[in-house]
């Protein structure tokens, strides 16, 4: 780990030791983020290491974001560190977040819009957004979102080049899928990392095919997180 970045991860866990409320937690980040932001020795030095010794690979665990490369976890997960690589002309789906954050534009320049939904949740599957603020990010710009209606958003590199951003996530709130919007559609549905996406497709076909009530039955017998056995329940009827 270069010594630059280093310094940034402990002075962060300082920063935002303490700090419960996610305004304060991420005013107090914000500094630190364009400061890392401000030097790219330390994510040369990261990318050297990841392709000279090559175990970074094997230690990455699948998740929804194909560009997203894991810098750093805090031992007592209070934040993560992530980076995203934009590929020319890449955006992804207007999503929410499980926690408050700090996304820094790093190389090349990234567009964001964010949302404000307008409907209450009330019915399931159903959303209706409003875009509130579109803008383009500068290398050293910020923006920060915050957990649940509060940071829903979209991404995009408008340019023909690799774009980078650096994001910052505090402490989950809510732990094991993010929510994909449809603005088109006014729809919303949850989206889970790979391994538990596959348990889900498994008892969304039991609940299409239909008597399998014994099945389900037996499995919900398992420890499972809340939002997994939600679905067992919807799949049952």
Partial sequence: MHKDFESFCRRFKAAAAGKEDAENAVAAGIPLVQELLSSDLWWRD??????AERTWFKQQPPTLWP??????????QSFLILAYIWESYSVDTIHDHGSWGIVGSYINKIREVKYLRLDDGAVAGHAELEATEEKVLKPGEITTVFPLDGGIHQMENTSGDIAVTINVYGRTVRRGYLQFFDRERSTVRRVYPPRTFKEVLMVRTLAAMGGA??????AMGNSLPDYVREEYCQALG
């Fill in 67 to 76: 560009n997203e490369i894991t810098l750093y976890r805090s031992p007592d």
């Fill in 213 to 218: 009530a014994d099945i389900l039955s037996e």
């Fill in 46 to 51: 990261f990318i050297r290491e990841v392709l």
